[in-house]
């Protein structure tokens, strides 16, 4: 090839130069981080909008908390595939921007891709939401962290079947994961708890983020007569919003949505990442140890709930009220025996209590009795 | 409101109502894709197009209140993605398909990276005709809430079958569409013709994308497409590039996308990944059994890339 012979002395002359300068650049930038000293630089991923009025915002909230820390600095990446792009999202984010502690949100997020970052650079902190941490299975410098949000579900169970006329709710849940499977049934008991004839009727719709497939989904349910609907996707906007518009009651999750259904929101589950961002990063900033399993519920502040709306009844605010004190003073407990699943099988025997911090009921895979839904795909 | 239990028949029902709801954004980007493709040219950005002319359509609705002022603006940002298109399409040895796939990049991207504002706001909605108030039952008069989009979309239909059959600028985008020679002979302009019909297709994949962010689910965000644009373009090969095909291929899909939910809700809880993926299943079949190796497709317009 005669492109060969077109590199001529100068040209390599003027690369060697480039370089060089590069190199000084990038000496210069060591120093740079070196002087400013006290500055963290913490990574988040999000595998959606970061204001969805959902999953990701709840984690961008958290975030946006910990911006007034001072020496810390918060960098965030959004729409980031639970593929290999957030090993690459995660690469850049050390590489470029010299993040010390790095939150991958997303569920899709932890294996393999995050334990294969973690493994090439040992002395950095991955913090994964949702993942069951494993010692002598899972690296050392990764840990998991999680909420009980399925105490704020029971609760918004309590609400929903006080409120509900047709003793019938909906869920409309996106996968059948046990996170997703705890969250119908304690949804189910915290209604059965104020009437046992309640039944919730579950859609899967297949994926985390399919507004038309949720909003068919929602409307479907409304016409068997479903008055209460409440979800676990990670958008519920439209799910709220169609429910409001056929004057039905919503349970919200992930965040408040109570400003898109202001005549039927009733309460919510929401995430109070907050809490658990700025503990980490407290304890981080101050060099101590971090836990790699982090998991709390409404005592631990990890969860919270909305705000009622105006269609919750004194009866209902008072029941739900006498609950949450319950879980605040952690004598609580949503899995006590005899549990039978919708199959008729015991699945928590009479005498036996699951209680929160229980790690098997993290991997539940059953529909509690009352739930009208298929765990098989 | 009273709770009346329809049983099995609310599965029809659901179907129905899908096929309206749902089939609406298919209903406008098929239409606007046969009138594109019928000049001989095939925009595969009409995806892109779509959640363009969604975010768009949410935006304008939100700044300004006004839902059909949305509509209006997401069509003339889909017929100027169209005219991007036919200007680059003109210019000599343009694949029209890899500009198609470069164009529904641009498309999505663009409109993610402007529709980061409007995610969060509640933007006023598209209204609805109630033609269900015979009913006593709920689910029915839902069922026939039936979305002004679509029936300007019904009217579509027969009013693109007479534009392209009995009118002088019909003959002439068929002409253009099926012997280039033959149209340079008459004096026809194709590049004209063809940037025309690109932009007219743009429009309308605007206005489907519109519906998605203003009607059904009725608000913008980034998961809103699940490639209802792409669907709807292979749903014009399906269709045999007939405006009547169209209407009835996107009513399928509409119905079939709607069957998967209906069953769940009706206690059929097994097997709804393949109720959800039913929509797929049928194109395959349907392409399966009217291909052929020996003859090329009905009514394909003989310039088109992909059949010459």
């Known amino acids: ?377 | 409101m009273e709770a009346v239990d329809l049983g099995l028949w609310s599965v029809p029902l659901a179907v129905f109502a899908g096929a309206i709801r749902v089939s609406t954004p298919f209903l406008f980007v098929s239409l606007g894709e046969c009138l594109t493709e019928r000049s001989g040219r095939i925009n595969l950005g009409l995806e892109g197009t779509l959640v363009f002319g969604a975010m768009s359509g949410y935006a304008v609705s939100y700044l300004t209140g006004s839902a059909w002022l949305g509509v209006l603006v997401a069509g003339l940002a889909g017929s100027l993605f169209g005219l991007l298109h036919a200007l680059i399409c003109n210019m000599p040895k343009v694949n029209d398909i890899a500009l198609g796939i470069a164009l529904m990049m641009l498309g999505t991207g663009l409109a993610f990276f402007l529709g980061k504002n409007y995610i969060q706001p509640q933007a006023p909605n598209l209204p609805a005709i109630s033609l269900g108030s015979w009913s006593d039952l709920a689910p029915v008069r839902s069922a026939l809430e039936i979305n002004a989009l679509f029936i300007i979309g019904l009217i579509l239909v027969p009013s693109l079958i007479f534009f392209l059959n009995h009118t002088r600028w019909g003959l002439m985008l068929r002409t253009v569409g099926d012997s280039e020679d033959a149209a340079r002979a008459i004096g026809f302009s194709v590049k004209g013709v063809r940037t025309f019909s690109t932009m007219a297709g743009g429009f309308l994949a605007g206005v489907g994308g519109s519906f998605l962010s203003l009607y059904y689910p009725g608000s913008w965000s980034e998961g809103l497409s699940s490639g209802q644009g792409i669907t709807a373009v292979a749903l014009v090969i399906f269709a045999r590039w007939n405006p009547l095909y169209c209407f009835y291929a996107s009513l399928l899909f509409g119905g079939a996308g709607a069957l998967g939910p209906a069953l769940q809700a009706v206690g059929i809880t097994s097997g709804y990944y393949l109720f959800n993926a039913a929509p797929y299943i049928l194109t395959l079949i349907i392409m399966i059994f009217s291909s052929s190796s020996t003859h090329r497709f009905a009514g394909a317009p003989g310039e088109l890339s992909v059949t010459r």
Not at chain 1, 71 to 99: F, H, P, R, W, Y
Not at chain 1, 277 to 294: A, M, Q, R
Not at chain 1, 298 to 305: C, I, N, P, Q
């Open chain 1, 1 to 377: 090839m005669s492109v060969k012979n077109n590199i001529s002395r100068r040209s390599v002359l003027r690369g060697m130069v480039g370089v060089g300068a590069l190199g000084m650049v990038s000496s210069s930038m060591l120093v740079k981080t070196a002087m400013a000293g006290g500055t963290v630089t913490i990574g988040f991923v999000y595998v959606g909008a970061k204001d969805d009025y959902g999953y990701n915002q709840a984690h961008a909230e958290g975030a946006a908390a910990l911006k007034s820390i001072p020496g810390v600095k918060v960098i965030e990446e959004e729409n980031v595939a639970e593929t290999n792009d957030v090993q690459k999202t995660l690469e850049s984010m050390i590489n470029l921007d010299d993040t010390k502690l790095l939150f991958p949100t997303s569920f899709g997020y932890f294996d393999p891709h995050m334990l294969k970052v973690a493994a090439k650079y040992k002395d950095l902190t991955f913090l994964h939401c949702g993942g069951l941490w494993t010692e002598g299975k899972h690296p050392a410098n990764t840990g998991s962290y999680f909420g009980y949000i399925d105490e704020a579900q029971y609760l918004s169970g309590v609400v929903a079947g006080y409120a509900s006329k047709t003793k019938k709710l909906g869920f409309v849940a996106a996968i059948p994961i046990p996170q997703v499977l705890r969250n119908i049934n304690s949804f189910t008991l915290g209604a059965q708890s104020v009437d046992p004839s309640i039944t919730t009727q579950v859609i899967f719709t297949g994926g985390w983020s399919e507004p038309v497939k949720e909003a068919e989904a929602t409307n479907s349910l409304i016409d068997q007569g479903v008055d209460v609907v409440t979800c676990h996707v990670d958008g519920p906007k439209v799910i709220v919003e169609t429910a409001e518009k056929r004057g039905i009651y919503s349970c919200g999750y992930h965040a408040s949505q109570a400003s898109l259904a202001p005549k039927g929101y009733l309460t919510g589950a929401e995430w109070n990442w907050a809490k658990v961002y700025t503990d980490y990063v407290t304890s981080y900033l101050k060099g101590e140890e971090i836990p790699n399993l982090v998991r709390g519920g409404l005592k631990e502040g990890v969860v919270k709930t909305s705000a009622y709306g105006p269609a919750v009844s004194a009866e209902a605010r008072e029941h739900a009220d006498a609950v949450k004190a319950q879980f605040m003073a952690g004598e609580f407990v949503i899995y006590k025996g005899e549990i039978k699943d919708n199959k008729g099988n015991v699945v928590i025997a009479a005498g036996q209590s699951n209680s929160q911090t229980d790690i098997a009921l993290e991997s539940m895979d059953y529909l509690v009795s009352g739930v009208i839904g298929d765990v098989r795909s």
